[in-house]
């Protein structure tokens, strides 16, 4: 199996796309998937915009709305993670992975699929301590500090990554795990970006979850993006240990490193996404304690035995199939002949269909609003499900300087998103 693995997207789909398929042309081969790591921008119309953290001079429709409106379809397979960047409002009605598009598929806040036989997975978001035992408790629409605090990695999500026990082939994280330059040329990596300097030599550079998440799981390849550049390394697990093979890469530039093609050991194709079995009984055991405050996760109240919840998903899956759940439009789709945004589009939070019906599936009670009554739906369009949303024209202003996380080096040495 070839998989293309793409740095930090920008919403630029069709130039990604685009060079992907003349490496096919040129090369000849077949590439069966593309995996992004993060920065996806997956803005469906102008009113996403605001939910995305980028200063005001690079608020773009970019490229993906064409795709979630159907106009094109996405001519590879697609996952991807969050990063710091994104419409935290589509991918938090997707909390728990789904189709961002037809052919698209995020993994979720923290999220694990099978491909094939080759079994996926990714944690979303950056790494920044002050924010990490917190619950998920940003409420549409975001202010200025929920903006930003919307896409840090919590304690919960990578608990229930820590719970996996089957071997991992392919991992993703946005940003990178503390210490990986150790186990590679970090001399090159000064060179290259030298305002790396202080954070790789006091071994701050990254995220201390990630680290904890690659010592654990000990995936076969582990790929990020974030720090805007190619970096590769190394990592043995123990003295006889497996070998993890990290690479970072750049964003879809011209004259950047922001794609690499990597051969995957498979069955025979032609490959379907599927759920993992492991991964659902995650889920079902963790999802009763979900943390909707600022109140820290109290695990010991996850009571749910995990054998059980591994007996009950498989029984479901043998029922009902392995494949996800099919897209559906929550919001409409951008139209770009007109010039000014329609501030009656949706605010606030949307139950996407996808996610009730994995929470139903596997028996749990929603959980992503902060009421268990649904709001009335106010807008209907024959794109978008029944279902309940909630309307709001606030505006969220985003402020030209992001300075929530030291990890956040591109805009400040690069001036650019």
């Known amino acids: 199996m070839k998989i293309a693995v793409e740095g930090c997207m920008h919403g630029d ?3 990604v796309y685009a060079t992907l398929l003349h490496l ?7 590439i069966d998937l593309l995996i992004c790591c993060g920065d996806f921008q997956a803005v469906r119309n102008k009113k996403d915009l605001e939910s995305l953290n980028v200063p005001l001079k690079y608020q773009a429709m970019n490229s993906f709305w064409k795709y979630y409106s159907g106009e094109k379809v996405a001519p590879f397979p697609t996952i991807f993670i969050g990063g710091n960047h994104e419409a935290s409002n589509y991918l938090w009605e997707l909390y728990f992975g789904g189709w961002a598009a037809p052919n698209i598929y995020f993994l979720g806040f923290a999220g694990i699929v099978k491909f094939g036989n080759v079994r996926i ?4 978001g950056i790494y920044k301590a002050n924010h990490y035992r917190l619950g998920h408790f940003e409420k549409l629409p975001y202010n200025d500090q929920d903006i930003r605090s919307i896409y840090h990695v919590r304690e919960y999500d990578v608990h229930k990554l820590m719970q996996v026990q089957e071997p991992i082939d392919i991992f ?3 940003d990178w795990p503390v210490g990986i330059t150790d186990h590679g040329d970090s001399e090159k990596l000064i060179r290259q970006k030298p305002h790396f300097t202080q954070e790789v030599m006091e071994g701050r550079l990254g995220s201390r979850a990630a680290a904890d998440l690659m010592a654990k799981l000990k995936p076969s390849h582990w790929f990020s993006a974030h720090l805007h550049c190619k970096f590769s390394a190394l990592v043995q697990h123990g003295n006889n240990g497996p070998v993890t093979k990290f690479l970072a890469l750049d964003k879809c530039l011209p004259g950047r490193k922001f794609l690499q093609v990597i051969e995957i050991e498979s069955g025979a194709g032609p490959f379907d996404l599927q759920y993992d079995e492991e991964w659902l009984a995650v889920t079902k055991k963790f999802t009763p304690i979900f943390p909707r405050t600022r109140m820290r996760a109290n695990f010991s109240d996850a009571k749910l035995n995990i054998e059980e919840c591994r007996r009950f998903v498989r029984n479901k899956l043998q029922t009902r199939g392995n494949k996800p759940f099919e897209f559906v439009r929550t919001a409409p789709c951008h139209n770009p002949s007109q010039s000014v945004a329609n501030n009656n589009l949706p605010s606030g939070h949307c139950r996407n269909p996808q996610t009730e019906a994995l929470l139903q599936l596997l028996e ?6 902060t009421s268990t009554t649904q709001v009335e739906k106010l807008y209907q369009s024959p794109l978008l499900p029944t279902g309940s949303v909630d309307y709001n024209s606030e505006d969220i202003p985003i402020d030209d300087d992001d300075e929530d996380d030291v990890d956040e080096l591109q ?3 690069d001036g650019k998103v």
């Open 13 to 15: 789909l069709d130039n």
């Open 172 to 174: 993703l994280t946005h």
């Open 121 to 124: 997975g990714g944690l979303s």
């Open 24 to 30: 096919q042309e040129v090369e000849q081969i077949k």
């Open 364 to 369: 749990l009670q929603y959980c992503l609003d």
């Open 411 to 413: 805009e400040k040495y």
